[in-house]
């Protein structure tokens, strides 16, 4: 609702705007700008009432976590703050270079990136959502394969992103009503630009899996190199001896280089060179959770609750935990498993692919548990 009311508010103010009011390019932004404001309105207003799952509450407002909320959405705000400096920056330097023509190529890669970012945010928002899961889970060995997993659903898909980019880079420059010179230069722009779709796969693997396991600061640290130093040093530079195609290409180094960066931080980290893909991140050393201290099982019928469950109360209280705790864990199997087997039919009993697995780790006097249907 929030999407649609935004994107039609926005036509209607714009074409208001233009031909009843004569506005100028300033009422044509202040017409999107009243447009984006009713969108986020929308957004708050739901966020604030009693339909939205998870929503703000006054009442539960407490300063002692505005700490915890601002590291966790820091790199959500430091991004967009970075990307509108370089764009400040690779604006100044397509006059310089290009002229208006350029800048004009530059508003329309803004344009056809748009739903380019949308998927690959959708790439990201996953790894980092699975991770902070995992982490949370104290699952390492989950956490390591998140990069091979979420690499091997965006290599083809962007690989894929950028060849659509190239074959239709000719159309799209007609459908922006671009012939002639501004055609073939606007071709050759997007076919460079676009290549950063191939270089941050990895960077994008891997720097969602720091976010999600809560390195915001580090990841803060690694945005500003990305989207500030080196683009803007490499624009200022590369430019001087390349012309224009210096701009694009600046678009696609930063991500490699940073990619290069996090590869070397990991093997520093780690005392040797990474050879495999769950070996790229790294993980603190007290986030391990000895064998010992955990217990797997799984439940394909409703026989194996009780026994599973008198498992778990055996290994909490063998582990030092307190009788109450150890018997809330147990019970916690019995009252998950028996409507997860009552909807995939184990209820009658074993159903093929439909089991439970039960996960219990202890660090301390914390348990960390994990029922789910696999």
Known sequence: VSLI?????????????ILVFKSNMFGVGLACSLSNIIG?????????????????????????????????GLPNTVKPFCLA?????????????????????????????????????GVEGSTCMISSIFYGERDKDSL??????????????????YLMVFILAKPITFLFGLEGELSSFSMNAMRIVFLYLIANTFYNAIINVYKGIG????????????????????????????GIN??????????LLCFIGLFIYSGYKHKHIPRKLNEIIYLPVNFNIEDSNR??????????????SQDVLEFCNKKGLDRQKSYYCALCIEELSVPVLKETGGIKGNVKNREIDISYKLVGDEVYQKVART
């Not at 400096?85 to 310089?96: E, P, T, Y």
């Not at 210096?246 to 991500?255: A, C, F, K, N, Q």
Request: charged share 10%; proline share 5%.
């Open 40 to 72: 986020s309105l929308i957004i708050i207003f739901y966020c604030l009432s009693s339909k939205c799952p998870i929503r703000f509450s006054f009442k539960q407002f407490n300063f002692k976590n505005m700490k915890n909320i601002f590291n966790l």
């Open 85 to 121: 400096i370089r764009n400040w920056v690779f604006n100044l330097v397509a006059v310089s270079c290009g002229g208006i023509m350029a800048v004009t190529v530059i508003t329309i890669i803004g344009n056809v990136g748009l739903p380019i970012d949308a998927i690959i945010g």
């Open 215 to 242: 390195r915001t600061l580090f990841v803060s640290f690694v945005t500003i190199i990305n989207h500030i130093v080196i683009p803007v040093t490499f624009s200022l530079v590369i430019p001087k001896f390349l």
């Open 295 to 308: 217990y797997h099982s799984k439940i394909s019928n409703v026989l194996d609750i009780s026994n599973v």
């Open 144 to 161: 390591k394969d998140v990069v091979p997993v979420s690499l091997r659903i965006a290599i083809p898909l962007q690989a894929l992103l």
């Open 5 to 17: 009311t935004q994107t039609t508010t926005n036509v209607v103010f714009v074409i208001v705007s």
């Open 246 to 255: 210096g701009l694009w290409i600046s678009y696609v180094i930063p991500e």
